[in-house]
């Protein structure tokens, strides 16, 4: 028995003084903990009676504190804020247990209070838990850890925008990529993108170059007040810097407010009918294609088909006409005489149509200058070409007065004498048909009196079938200043002197009319009395 | 043994067996893993050493071999209790709570065998293995019913007179009587010096001379039950043969056990008090 009580002793003594100063232990710590091997150090993690407290894991764990003070993290979300640090991170298990066993798979990156979302959460952790992107100089020297990082885009991010806008990326960006910028609202812009501006690539205006050495793009600070900032002044200034007050930013073609619009201040000033165009009358297309106008003819088409070419080239409508409107030329009889055919008596009131617009078409050229070409023959073929050669009607009327014939009658066979001059002459030369229808007759008018004259006689003093009035009537007033009665087979003696013709001559019915029988055949007296 | 009492033997076997397999089936997948993955597994709460079951089958572990070894030390080294059943009783129950206490300590150390407390574990397990050889020197050293040991003349007392027996009860053939008479005789043979080679060799020669007694057994016409019966009487002799032979190198060794068994067993209950004591200090108070 006493040996056994010496050897138990023996044995006691021999393993507490070899191992007791660290064999209370119940494992080896972990790596990160063996500094705290030893049976001095169990009370700083150990609190006696009470196990390990968290008190005691954030004496040292000071970072994981501070994120509790602030409420913030991983270690403060509802999942693990309350659990006591050993429930997760336990120790004694060996140099190579990891106290942090982390599964990036497995891990809720939400409960961190940064939610991995989009591109972020095909990333691995490394890519973001680096020690070039914390900032905090303790944690960054730690061999191992997910501290260190803030919420801040640019914690991670190069700052593409080199500061020229505010650090809050996701206000623009979203996490799925950076390009494009989903979230950015130009209209919350003082630049807000409409019509075109909206289709338009962002480079076009935020122009890509390099600042830094580094590719920029630049976003902020464009000027944008005037559109010519961007784009060029096709107008060259002629209506200012405000090109919204007529065109739109749905095209530039795209024209508004042009009640408003001051076309004088082009090149082309709408006056008369052309100030009562719409636009489209003339701008088919776009208002801002260019359009020319420096002749008539680039808007108007030719009506005259090229009639007032020359050397080629029409001439300016203007010449005649006025935007007042293409109908009441301007071309004034002056010049109408400086040509070749000057106007002159009655065609001075004679309205252009009635020469120029013989058809349905204005005609200014090849009308030709002889009044037959104008003018209807009616003589042709009644009076004979000797009388009037290439039918030049001014051989016998004036220009003044049709009415006005100046025909020298003495050139034909029957000059005019007597009552003769002073008929017109329609009294001879135009006659009436049985059926009352006019006809005139010049050539075929006859030189006999009664071609003309009625014969009332009733063919009594015929000679050789014509009757020639002429040889006892004369004088204007048809006197028969030569006739004695003598002379005939009953001369006038006593009484039958003084008796009035009729006494003796009396009427004679001849169908309807009746006319006065001079060549009674009689001398006896019994015949009349 | 009685019926009763192989009964009682047998529950107590089942007993630690059940507790073995059941702690094996329900923990394998956690005390497989290495020490750095067991944190991971999912009864690492309820199985680690300060685990609820851990934990509970750590005390109630230190409990059984406590009670264990008190109330056989109390029982043996007490005289007034030496009329409370018979000690071999007692010390069938002590190697039970004995071997189920360590059993549940090692599944409540989850294999892991380190520092201070393990110097308890492995004192532990000396104890369990020296008791598992001084069971098998106390069976070789004959003890009388109270079990006291028995002297060598005690024991040569004990030998019976087979010849009379076979032929007052068997009745076998003279060849037969005299074969089987011979084999239950004590020889003087030589004997190597090496005490395990010693013991295979004569366990050899023992099982030989029951095969032969099994065959001239076998050519006389005895009933089954006869059979056994005197075969296991045959088997008795021979054992009692070698205790005899082996008595007072038993006797010996089993002093030298004691100085083995009982300072391990001390240093397994110093070493456990502060095991005990520097988690409670810690605050690891079980469900207390």
Redesign the interface.
């Known amino acids: 028995m006493r040996i056994g009580i010496i050897y138990t002793f023996f044995v006691l003594i021999l393993t507490c003084t070899s191992s007791l100063t660290a064999q209370i232990s119940p494992g080896d710590l972990a790596e990160v903990h063996s500094h705290l091997e030893g049976i001095s150090n169990c009370t700083k993690c150990h609190t006696l009676g009470a196990k390990v407290t968290n008190e005691k894991c954030l004496e040292c764990h000071q970072e994981v504190k501070s994120r509790l003070m602030l409420k913030k993290g991983y270690h403060f979300s509802p999942k693990i804020r309350g659990k006591e640090c050993v429930s997760c991170h336990s120790d004694h298990h060996g140099r190579k247990f990891e106290i942090v066993r982390f599964n990036p798979d497995k891990f809720d990156h939400n409960q961190t209070g940064y939610i991995l979302a989009g591109a972020h959460s095909k990333k691995a952790c490394k890519d973001c838990h680096k020690a070039e992107n914390i900032a905090n100089i303790k944690i960054r020297e730690k061999k191992f850890t997910y501290l260190g990082l803030t919420r801040r885009c640019l914690t991670c991010h190069a700052d593409y925008h080199q500061q020229t806008l505010p650090s809050t990326c996701s206000d623009c960006h979203s996490n799925v990529s950076f390009k494009p910028a989903t979230k950015f609202d130009h209209s919350a812009t003082n630049f807000p993108l409409t019509g075109s501006h909206q289709t338009v690539g962002c480079a076009d205006c935020h122009t890509v170059t390099s600042k830094n050495e580094v590719r920029f793009q630049e976003f902020a600070n464009i000027p944008h007040q005037n559109c010519t900032e961007c784009h060029t002044d096709v107008h060259q200034n002629k209506f200012g810097q405000m090109c919204r007050d007529c065109h739109t930013t749905a095209s530039f073609n795209s024209i508004m407010g042009m009640s408003d619009f001051n076309h004088s201040r082009t090149g082309f000033p709408l006056e008369n009918k052309h100030a009562e165009l719409t636009c489209s009358s003339c701008h088919k297309r776009h208002l801002t294609d260019p359009l020319k106008h420096e002749k008539c003819t680039d808007c108007h088409a030719d009506y005259h088909s090229g009639e007032f070419l020359k050397e080629g080239v029409v001439q300016s409508c203007s010449y005649c006409h006025s935007t007042k409107g293409f109908a009441g030329s301007s071309y004034t009889i002056e010049r109408h005489n400086e040509g070749t055919f000057q106007l002159k008596g009655a065609h001075l009131a004679t309205p252009c149509f009635v020469c120029h617009k013989k058809e349905e078409k204005w005609s200014f050229r090849e009308i030709g200058m002889n009044c037959v070409d104008c003018h209807n023959n009616i003589h042709d073929p009644f009076i004979s070409e000797k009388y009037y050669p290439e039918s030049d009607c001014r051989n016998c009327h004036q220009e003044t007065r049709w009415a006005s014939i100046n025909f020298d009658h003495s050139v034909t066979e029957f000059v005019l004498s007597g009552a003769h001059t002073t008929q017109t002459c329609r009294s001879c030369h135009f006659k009436n048909d049985q059926n009352g229808v006019e006809y005139q007759v010049f050539s075929e008018l006859s030189s006999h009196c009664t071609s003309c004259h009625q014969d009332i006689h009733y063919k009594q003093f015929d000679l050789d079938g014509k009757t020639d009035c002429l040889r006892c009537h004369a004088g204007n007033l048809w006197e028969i200043p030569g006739f004695d009665h003598n002379k005939t087979a009953f001369k006038l003696e006593g009484k039958h002197e003084g008796l009035a013709c009729t006494k003796c001559h009396k009427h004679v019915r001849a169908g309807e009319s009746s006319y006065l029988l001079y060549k009674i055949g009689e001398t006896r007296c019994e015949y009349c009395h | 043994m009685s019926f009763g009492h192989k009964f009682y033997i047998f529950v107590l076997v089942i007993i630690v067996l059940f507790t073995l397999i059941v702690l094996s089936y329900f923990g394998f997948s956690y005390y497989s893993l290495?020490?750095?993955e067991?944190?991971?597994h999912n009864a690492y709460k309820d199985l680690k050493?300060g685990g609820f079951w851990g934990h509970g089958l750590g005390i109630l572990g230190t409990l059984c071999i406590i009670i264990g070894v008190l109330l056989y030390i109390t029982r043996k080294r007490l005289r007034v209790l030496s009329r409370f059943g018979l000690l071999k009783h007692w010390l069938e129950f002590h190697i039970f709570l004995c071997t189920l206490g360590p059993i549940l300590i090692l599944f409540h150390t989850s294999f892991?065998f380190?520092?201070?407390?393990?110097?308890s574990f492995w004192?532990m397990v000396a104890v369990f293995l020296s008791g598992v050889i001084g069971r098998f020197i106390y069976i070789q050293i004959p003890h009388t019913i109270e079990g006291r040991e028995m002297s060598l003349n005690e024991v040569q007392e004990m030998k019976t007179n087979i010849g009379t027996v076979l032929t007052e009860s068997y009745s076998l053939d003279n060849e037969s009587l005299n074969l089987i008479i011979e084999s239950t005789k004590k020889k003087v043979e030589r004997y190597h010096d090496n005490f395990f080679v010693r013991f295979v060799q004569n366990f050899i020669k023992d099982q030989r001379t029951i095969r032969q007694v099994r065959s001239v057994v076998g050519r006389n016409n005895l009933s089954r039950s006869e059979q056994k019966h005197l075969l296991h009487l045959i088997r008795h002799e021979i054992t009692l043969n070698r205790k005899i032979e082996r008595l007072v190198m038993m006797q010996n060794l089993f002093k030298y056990w004691?100085?083995a068994h009982?300072?391990?067993a001390?240093?397994m209950l110093?070493?456990m008090l502060?095991h005990v004591t520097?988690t409670i200090?810690?605050?690891?108070r079980w469900i207390f």
Do not use: D, N, T
């Not at chain 2, 380190?114 to 110097?119: I, M, R, T």
């Not at chain 2, 200090?281 to 690891?284: E, M, Q, R, S, T």
């Open positions: 290495p020490l750095e067991r944190f991971f050493p892991k380190g520092g201070l407390v393990a110097v004192s004691h100085v009982l300072p391990f001390f240093v110093v070493i502060i520097v200090v810690l605050g690891y």
